[in-house]
């Protein structure tokens, strides 16, 4: 259920860029029109603890409504709110918030922390009592439907559950799941996660990997680290081996050592335009030479991890931004470097996926950088991502 969001204006060049990129009227409003409301409250289900219609049995008892918008990804699962009676509704609401902001307060979480539940360990929001979890759930089920109404969730409501405590889902925004389905990891391979932290798409390998087979999950920061290793515990994860290091450093040395993968993910570090439904500190922190800076780094994160990928091996690069320097020029400069040694492959999705760019600012790019995703908000009531595969011919 979507939530009305107070946004901040854009700054003037990055409207401008977005406008340059969706140059459609109708089409810009919509984009525009769709950043003053935040994306639906989507979980993963983790197949390694529960099976999908397990755990939507569990939420639904809790009388959380529960939505499995593809067929045939029946883990991707979305939390449209629950079901209370209406009598109640103002009164427990408010009960809540007051309960949420104490708790917190006790403990000493910093409340902005349950803006990005999928970058906190145990998720946003403190751990309270069975009871308070439980609130609607057993006074819900008493009621029939007619009597009942769909309210949000509290906030950290998602995060504090028993089911999440325990590892049953993953707290993670839809586009941020697709990823790993252009990647298709399969049982037994080895694959290399670049910039893991904090953890969802390194549990999601794990997940589809059904924990047989490597995963080498890296990150640079210590701190992110730490919060990669308590979701992989929390969701079961048994086949990853963490590392701490520079990217593209850590490609150099892998090289060294002869490791050759079957599959690469590198969700770059990046803008961040595609988060803006969220994340009010983008409209603040953006600035185009950080793009331009970010885009030098994903040339050297990409290139350094062909070196390591098998012939036939296949790289998923993805970001959370619009911006073509740190997407479709990624790709190009991949493509013109290393020539018939690679190509880009179409990725099939359960999202409507727009071709990338043929060329920005007077830059044109190869004809096979079309083969790459643009997700945009407005054409999937999703975050922005990009996401493109890249295979290794020899």
């Not at 109640?88 to 403990?107: D, F, G, P």
Request: charge should be positive; glycine fraction near 6%; charged fraction near 30%.
């Amino acid at each position: 259920m979507s939530q009305r969001n107070q946004k901040p204006d854009l700054k003037p060049l990055l409207e401008e860029r977005m406008q340059k990129l969706l140059p459609d009227e109708d089409d810009f409003k919509n984009y525009l029109k769709s950043l003053e409301t935040e994306p639906p409250r989507a979980i993963r289900c983790n197949t390694l603890k529960i099976s999908p219609e397990k755990l939507k049995s569990r939420l639904e008892n809790k009388s959380w409504k529960i939505k499995q918008p593809f067929k045939d990804f029946p883990e991707i699962m979305i939390v449209e709110g629950k079901l209370a009676e209406e009598g109640e509704i103002s009164v427990n609401a408010k009960s809540n918030s007051q309960q949420v902001r104490s708790s917190q307060k006790n403990l000493g979480v910093n409340n902005s922390s349950a803006e990005k539940p999928d970058e906190v360990g145990l998720g946003a929001g403190p751990i309270v009592s069975k009871a308070n979890s439980n609130l609607w759930a057993g006074r819900a089920g008493k009621l029939s439907n007619k009597n009942k109404k769909l309210i949000p969730l509290s906030p950290g409501e998602l995060g504090r559950s028993i089911e999440h405590i325990l590892g049953y889902y993953y707290v993670q925004e839809i586009a941020s799941m697709l990823p790993i389905i252009a990647l298709k990891p399969k049982p037994g391979e080895l694959i290399l996660d670049l910039a893991a932290a904090p953890g969802s798409k390194t549990t999601q390998l794990a997940a589809k990997m059904e924990n047989d087979g490597t995963i080498i999950a890296n990150e640079v920061t210590l701190g992110r680290v730490k919060v990669l290793a308590s979701n992989t515990e929390r969701c079961g994860v048994t086949n990853t081996i963490i590392t701490k290091k520079e990217g593209a450093a850590l490609c150099r040395k892998l090289k060294e050592m002869n490791f050759k993968f079957d599959k690469i993910l590198i969700d770059a570090p990046c803008s961040g335009e595609g988060t803006l439904r969220t994340s009010k500190m983008t409209y603040r922190m953006w600035n185009i030479n950080t793009v331009k800076k970010l885009s030098r780094i994903q040339k050297d994160l990409v290139e350094s991890a062909l070196e390591i990928l098998k012939e036939g091996g296949e790289i998923v690069y993805s970001t959370c931004t619009h911006a073509p320097e740190e997407n479709e020029s990624v790709l190009n400069f991949i493509l013109e470097k290393e020539g018939k040694n690679v190509k880009i492959e179409k990725v099939n999705l359960p999202v409507k996926c727009r071709d990338g760019i043929k060329e920005w600012k007077g830059e044109k790019f190869n004809p096979e950088v079309k083969n790459s995703c643009r997700i945009y908000p407005q054409d999937n009531d999703t975050e922005g991502f990009f996401i493109a595969k890249i295979k290794k011919i020899k």
